[in-house]
């Protein structure tokens, strides 16, 4: 057995949770890293016209993702649960047909993809001088679904088998090579946003290929032929976890898009401020995502294993760690929030006081609500390892519905400003859904050790 597998069922929960999120907080930093490259890059060297291109295809793109993310997450479910139960024949299977599974999907998306972006981009009323370079960049990163697929579908395996290391490793892989190819393709080449595309797929790649790489070295993942053959109720059981969690993206990203609507129509200048900011949301979250696939683990391996006294424990330490986590987090994007968002913007002295003063502003609305997110991803996650993705998935609809009217409604009472507070509507939304729901989950299941 490979030497990052690890059981997170003996040991104290809280040093199980932190020591599995921290490399994968450290991969969402890379990973961060080179999205924050790639928007550093357009945005200082292509101008403020490339960069709300780049904020205009930003939710389109994040829904793709979203349904990706979602299917291998829920695949990744039933993998940990298995693989706490000590079922290894059985794993396999699973994830056989979860490659199966997955390639079908990709294929479908890649396909839907090419066929929306312009209907959609032109429904979100995306301004003419952006609207090109938006649909290429999403062009190209539909392209390159596929890739996407397989990397989140390798990484979620070795996740479910506590190797929160090796991705990790594939995320620093993929950053340096994703900086590299971004300042060539961009700089040297001349590509312009295409060019940033086409780093960031490349880099995708390569991280999919290590993770593959290193998946083949464990021994319980020697793989037969039969391991593949489509199983119907295994399709079935799949399906109901992953659905659920593509959905609820989906919806999430549907309402994300909607918000990009009304942002549209503040112009040029309130794009590439509130773009600015939505760049870093990702830094804002690492550790909230990262204890989220902790708890979708550590939740699914002792479920497995019949331990659910150590479930009410985890939640616990993990709660208390992700609350602390986001108020430091917070402290520091107000003290060098402008500094940070400085490496994005770029223009005559005008365009960036103004694209400044939009972007802070945004982003400490975020910064100090940051604990209403954390708690989101942390009960989310867990409720998710618990087999339970319906519940999550109402959480997304309260999100939706949250966004939405906030963003239509609020600017219409205190002016533009008023779409900051749609995230911050959404957060609290599904944290009244997801606590009810944890609640009513947790006390189901029986008081074993």
Not at 271 to 287: D, H, Q, R, S, V
Request: one cysteine or more; charged letters at 10%; hydrophobic letters at 55%.
């Amino acid at each position: 057995m490979a030497a990052h597998i690890k059981s997170m069922t003996e040991g104290k929960p809280a040093k199980l949770i932190l020591t599995f999120a921290l490399p994968l907080m450290m991969g969402n930093m890379f990973q961060q890293l080179y999205t924050v490259v790639d928007t550093a890059v357009v945005g200082k060297f292509l101008g403020v016209n490339a960069l709300a291109a780049l904020g205009a295809s930003d939710w389109l793109n994040w829904m793709m993702l979203g349904i990706v993310q979602g299917f291998t997450q829920g695949f990744a479910i039933l993998m940990a649960q298995e693989f706490g139960a000590g079922k290894h024949d059985r794993l396999r299977k699973v994830i056989g047909n979860s490659a199966v599974l997955s390639l079908l999907w990709a294929l479908l998306l890649t396909a839907a993809g090419q066929l929306i972006a312009r209907p959609v981009l032109l429904l979100l009323q995306t301004p003419d001088t952006i609207l090109g370079d938006s649909l290429l960049y999403l062009r190209i990163m539909f392209l390159g679904i596929p890739v996407v697929m397989a990397y989140n579908l390798l990484a979620c395996i070795l996740r479910s088998l506590g190797d929160s290391q090796t991705p990790l490793y594939a995320m620093v892989v993929a950053s340096l090579t994703n900086i590299g190819l971004d300042l060539l393709f961009v700089l040297v080449f001349h590509w312009g946003i295409a060019g940033a595309a086409a780093a960031t797929l490349a880099a995708q790649l390569v991280s999919g290929v290590y993770c593959l790489y290193h998946i083949c070295q464990i021994e319980l993942m020697k793989f037969r032929l039969q391991d593949f053959q489509p199983q119907k109720n295994l399709y079935l059981q799949l399906m109901g976890l992953g659905s659920p969690m593509a959905f609820q993206n989906c919806i999430i990203a549907v309402g994300g898009m909607i918000v990009q609507f009304v942002v549209n129509g503040f112009g040029v200048i309130f794009i590439a401020g509130f773009t600015a900011t939505n760049k870093l949301y990702g830094l804002l979250e690492i550790a909230a995502t990262s204890y989220g696939y902790s708890m979708i683990t550590y939740v699914g391996q002792n479920l497995g294993a019949g331990k659910n006294k150590r479930i009410r424990q985890g939640m616990r330490s993990a709660l208390c760690i992700a609350l602390a986590t986001s108020a430091a987090i917070a402290a520091i994007m107000l003290l060098f929030g402008k500094m940070i968002l400085s490496c994005f913007i770029s223009g005559t002295p005008t365009q960036v006081e103004q694209t400044m003063q939009i972007a802070y502003f945004y982003l400490a609305v975020m910064s100090v609500c940051l604990p209403v997110l954390y708690l989101l991803h942390v009960v989310r996650s867990a409720i998710q390892g618990m087999g339970n993705t319906l519940l999550p998935m109402l959480s997304g609809v309260a999100e939706f519905v949250m966004r939405t009217s906030t963003a239509l409604l609020l600017p219409l009472a205190i002016g533009e400003t008023g779409i900051f507070y749609a995230e911050i509507a959404a957060w609290a939304g599904a944290d009244v859904i997801l606590v009810i729901s944890y609640l009513v989950t947790i006390r189901k299941l029986p008081l074993s050790e």
